[in-house]
């Protein structure tokens, strides 16, 4: 039998180049040796987010990187607009509101999109609004929000945008200089092809300008200590040295492609997932479906968890199930980093094929 292979939204397939760098002996952080690596990374996180501005490394999951873009760039009881679509927009909204902004919420029905005139009319509406919220691919639906579009409506406002990119990175196209995005957050274990474990945060002019405004308490996730430090090429903590070496050479191999080839390799999975899901007779489940990962209805009521069961259990293939009101009625199959190849999506494909003939998936009930 084959190793499992990952087709989760996160974490996702770790390319032996990557592993073999997590695997090498421990270095100090305060050293020459360590101070190269992170020297290399400062200069190529950035082209990943298509920005010169400086790309903040943290030590922890992606939400550490959502959380610290509220803490770092807010004061209590400023006004803020989110907008979500999902299980996730949700969450960065539900942060702003745990540190007492004045979070207005936008919410869509689970499948949909926003478009940039419902983001010019919340801001229309609240004039005052200092920011506004939005992913850029929503993971539990699939969805990818038309962020260029959206960052020409609060480029010319008082509010800047924050993008959640942590699935969407590297898969869907982010271009935030040229688009005017002020921030965008991501994390190591969705399209950068490394373990769980590290969060980034992009800071654009405006942003920057935010930081030393901001009143909400800070501490460990510090933009202006950990630029400063940065500038040394050091981090005012232990950094998570393996992880940083993964990411070295992952950042290699996303520099070696070419950012915007690795967008069209992700753009010509997904069409092809969407196209045999399709053919299969599935129907897709995002009106606006991201390049990160694609979401199927289950027809008929079949409940998700038993394709998502036979699918691990005989083809050692893992697929994803729905999240919040969503589970049990829709799987969620991913074309991120690593596993956006020919090989991955075929084998995936496959094992739903087998499922929804040995199952009798689309058989009436
Ligand atoms: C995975 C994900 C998160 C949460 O990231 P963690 O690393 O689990 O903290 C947040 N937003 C989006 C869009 C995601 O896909």
């Known amino acids: 039998m084959k190793d499992f ?19 090498l002996p421990m270095i100090h952080h305060r050293t020459k040796e360590f101070q190269a690596i992170l020297e290399r990374i400062n200069g190529n996180l950035p082209k990943a987010f298509a920005t010169k501005h400086p790309v903040l490394t943290f030590a922890s999951s992606g939400t550490g990187a959502m959380d610290s873009s509220i803490t770092n760039l807010f004061s209590k009881g400023q006004v803020i607009l989110s907008f979500s679509a999902g299980k996730w927009g949700e969450r960065y909204r539900d942060i702003a509101r745990s540190y007492g902004l004045d979070v207005k919420s936008f919410e869509k029905k689970y499948g949909e999109a926003f478009t940039a005139a419902e983001v010019e ?20 639906t699939a969805v990818v929000h038309p962020i260029e579009s959206i960052a020409k409506v609060t480029r010319g406002s008082n509010a800047i945008l924050m993008i959640d990119a942590i699935s969407g990175l590297g898969c869907d196209v982010l271009k935030m200089d040229e688009w005017g995005v002020d921030v965008v957050v991501s994390g190591s274990q969705k399209g950068f092809m490394l373990p769980p474990g590290l969060a980034f945060v992009a800071l654009g002019e405006r942003a920057q300008a935010r930081m030393a405004a901001s009143d909400l308490p800070k501490f460990y996730f510090h933009f202006a200590e950990t630029l400063k430090m ?5 981090t005012p903590f232990t950094p998570a040295v393996s992880l940083m ?11 070696e492609e070419g950012v915007e080839a ?10 092809h997932v969407r196209k045999t899901m399709k ?11 991201s390049n990160a990962v694609t979401a199927v209805n289950m027809p008929n009521g079949f409940p998700s968890k038993d394709l998502i069961n036979f699918v691990r259990d005989t083809h050692h293939v893992v697929l994803a199930d729905g999240q919040g009101e969503l589970q049990g009625k829709i799987i969620r199959f991913s074309h ?16 739903v094929a087998d499922a929804i003939k040995k199952l009798g998936v689309l058989n009436p009930v």
């Open 230 to 234: 940065m500038k040394k090429n050091d």
């Open 245 to 255: 070496r993964g990411l070295d050479e992952a950042l290699s191999m996303m520099l």
């Open 262 to 271: 690795g967008w069209k390799r992700h753009a010509r999975i997904a069409d």
């Open 279 to 289: 053919s299969l007779g599935l129907e897709i489940f995002a009106k606006a479906p």
């Open 336 to 351: 991120m980093g690593a596993t956006a190849c020919d090989e991955d999506a075929k084998r995936g494909l496959d094992s």
């Open 5 to 23: 292979l990952l087709l989760t939204p996160g974490p996702t397939k770790v390319p032996d180049r990557v592993l073999a760098k997590c695997a």
């Open 121 to 140: 009319a919340g801001l229309k509406a609240n004039p005052n609004a200092k920011g506004v919220l939005m992913t850029l691919c929503e993971t539990s």
